[in-house]
Structure formats: C-alpha cells, structure tokens
C-alpha cells in the first residue's frame, strides 16, 4: 500500500493498526506525513479498509496492479484474509482442512495430516524461512498438498526449493500442509523439531486426526507419548456433512 | 486455514470462546447451497452469537449487517459465528441437526467440552484439528498477555501496536474496557474475535479509583 501525501494530514489514526509497523509518520517540508515502508508492508490490506482504519482523508491506496510486481500480489494472497487464490478457489492462506474434512477425507483414519502455519503468531515469514521447511520435508519424500497458493512459488516440488525471485518476499502467513501415513508420525514430528531449531520464525502447528470408532483420537495419544503438548482447545469436525468419508478406499 | 485455532488464554477464558463454522465443500456439496447457508445464519443469529462477519464484507463488530454479510456469500458459502458459552453452543448444535443440511459442521473450542455436547446429541465426530502450540524463536513473540487478544483473529490482522495502544487507553481512562475491545476487534474481518471475552481481559487494566 501506499499513502497519496498530497492527501495525508498526518493525524497517525492508522500507524498502530498495521501488524508488520510499516506505517510511520515523518517530517515532510516541515509536515507530518504518514510513509509505509514498502518492504515491511506486507499487503494484508488492513490500512485501505474503511471500516477499520477511518483515515479522514482516504489517503491510503493500493497501486493499479499493472505497476505491482507479482512479489507484491503474492504478499496480498498471503497476507489479506479478504482474496481468494485462484488455485484454492476459498479466501485464505490454505484448504479447508478439517473444516469439510468429513466430506472431502482429506485426512482419513490412518492418517495425520500436519500444517506447519509460519509466521502464526505476529512474527510473520520470509518465504526464505518457509523454504527451510519445505527443503527439510522434501528430504523426507513428504509430498506437500497441492491445493494450497504456496504451490505456485515452489520451483521444485521434489526439492520443496521455492522460485529465486519470491525468496525475499515476505507475509503475514503461510501454510505448509501434508498428510503422512499414521506410522511416520513419530518420525515427521522429529523432523519438526529441527525445523524449529533452524528457523528465524515461529510457527504453530496443527496436527488433523480422525476419531476411531471407539472415540479415541489416535493422534493426540501419539503427541502425549512424545511429550509434545497439546492445547485443550481445538477444532472438531462433527461429523454431520454429507457424503460422509472416513475410510480411505482410492 | 485454521483460523480458529490456536487460541490464547486460561482455561476460564476459554470457556467463553466457541467458534461455529459451517462450511460447504468445493466440487462436493456447495453447489446450490448458498440457500441453505443463509437459512442457517438466520437460524443461529436468533442463538445471540457475540461477532460474525465474513472476509467478503467484514464483521457485525464494524458495522455490517446480516442481510449485508448474507448477500455477499460466494459460491462456496461459509458461516462463522462466535458464541460465549458452551450452553448457546449446544443450542446452535441443536438446531443444525433438526435443520440437517448436510453441510460441514464444525466447532471451535475446548475439546472435552464440544465431545461431551456431541455425546448427548448422540454424535460421533469425525476429526478433529489439533493445537500443538507455537514452535520456533518463541523468544521474539509478544508477551502471554498481548497473545491473548492476538490469536483471536487468526489471520494476524490484529496488531501488537493497536492491542498495546488499547490496553494504554484503558490504563489512563480514555477508553472502556467495552469500548477498546470493540475497537481492538475492528481488523479481524471475519467475525473470529470475541469481544465479550475481550472485556474481562481488559478490566484488569482499568484504574483502580475507576472500579
Ligand atoms: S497493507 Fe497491511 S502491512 Fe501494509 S501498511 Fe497496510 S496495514 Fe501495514
Ligand atoms: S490516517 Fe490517513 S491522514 Fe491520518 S496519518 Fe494515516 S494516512 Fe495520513
């Protein structure tokens, strides 16, 4: 985004809206101006939102998209909530995981299906620092979900090596989802741990697992004996959409 | 994604904290089902949910209506309502399953408490998306404290900056608690955050000749 100082009064309303701190005000000709720092700005799209940010003069905008490079369309598929990304057709940084997972069986019994949301909480992600993850995952024949935007950047999807030109570019979020057979768990989560270790971020990790028949969630037991902790709030799937999957028959 | 999950707070806090989210499915069931999704936003709105929206429009919390919210649903329609108690929760489940739509349905909150409402209706759940914390250079996050109104909109649209500056203004007695959570809430434009679990987060930071 950019802020039109011709427009501007320098009011500050929007400065502590912005989660990545790219708005400043500055002095300009002796006149306070706000000035968005085009490589901290990551597009989330926030500050143009006339519900939220109400700056007096509207004199935030976004370039015409003929003068934006595809770095910066990427920055906005990845960090504004409000577009769609042609390849998932759904608002959002990913699929839909276990939101409809009782119809699509993205994750069926016998499975885990992991995602890795880097950046997530408030740090934000170079696709660098995504890179290290995927290259670590590839390493290990994981095959990430093809459904997700982060597909298009990756140059190499039996390397998880991502297109030179967006190393840089930086977002909001950004998901790395896979789904493993239930027998690598131990082994995958292993490797997590050294993601952890190797990269300048966070993430938080989401872990998809269906209940047996008896109600008992085979991964959450698996998490407990490797001493990896699980928060009491979760997301279930109830169970209630039609045509019902669980079992995986292709 | 899983904006819903990962959410911050004491297990108190968290009781107060229930995310419905119905979803039809791409190529599956969505077809013709913007109907059905606008039946049941109008079913649910009567249960009192606390915050809704959708990323196409923004949230009740801004301003924006329901007829608003309704007219803007895509062709892969969603609903997300936040509720403040596990008992509208169990209500709202109540009356999805008389509706029986067929559509995905899933809750966001504690977990023994979601599997225990289910038992009673005689559900069995099918998945679950699990929360295994936050992993990395956990030593640059915010504090627990500023987390906690964070993760409430899990898209990261919530700024450390604005939760600081409303905490501030609560501190020195130009905002409400009522009035800070509401503007702290405006960013998230899906409806995910709770405002009424964000007022008794904020009361701790009223001055003391105010109580
Ligand atoms: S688009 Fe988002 S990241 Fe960029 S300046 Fe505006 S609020 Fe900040
Ligand atoms: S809210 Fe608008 S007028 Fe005020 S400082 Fe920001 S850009 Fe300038």
Known sequence: MVVDQEKCIGCGICTVYCPADAIRLVTVDGKRKAEID?????????????????????????????????????????????TAHPRTGVPGRGTEEVKTNDVTGRVCRGELGLCLEMGRPALGTSVREIEKATMHLARCGIVLEDCNPLTDLIEDITTGKFREEYLDERFVSAIIEFRIPFERGEEILNVIRDIAAEIDTVFSLDMITCYDEDGTLPGLELCRSLGISVRDNCKVNLGVGRPYKIERQD | MSHSLHRRGTAESLSHDYILLVTAAAGINAAGSKDKLRRVL?????VGPVNTGSNEVGTILSGVSIE?????????????????????MREVIRRLLEMDLGISVTVSGPRLEIEKICAEFGIKPHSVNLSLDIWGKKNELPEEEILEFITMCGHGMISRSLVVDCIEKVKAGRLTPEQAAVRMGSPCVCGFYNPTRAIPMLQKYVPAEKH
């Open chain 1, 38 to 82: 085009q490589d901290a700005c990551l597009e989330c799209g926030t500050c143009i939102r006339s519900r939220v940010v109400k700056c007096p003069r509207g004199a935030i905008y976004e370039l015409p998209k003929e003068e934006r490079s595809m770095g910066r369309q990427m920055r906005r598929f990845f960090s504004d909530p409000s």
């Open chain 2, 68 to 88: 608003e919210i309704k007219a803007g649903f895509t062709e892969i329609p969603r609903v997300r309502c936040v509720f403040d108690s596990a008992d509208k």
């Open chain 2, 42 to 46: 109008d079913v649910v709105w009567e």
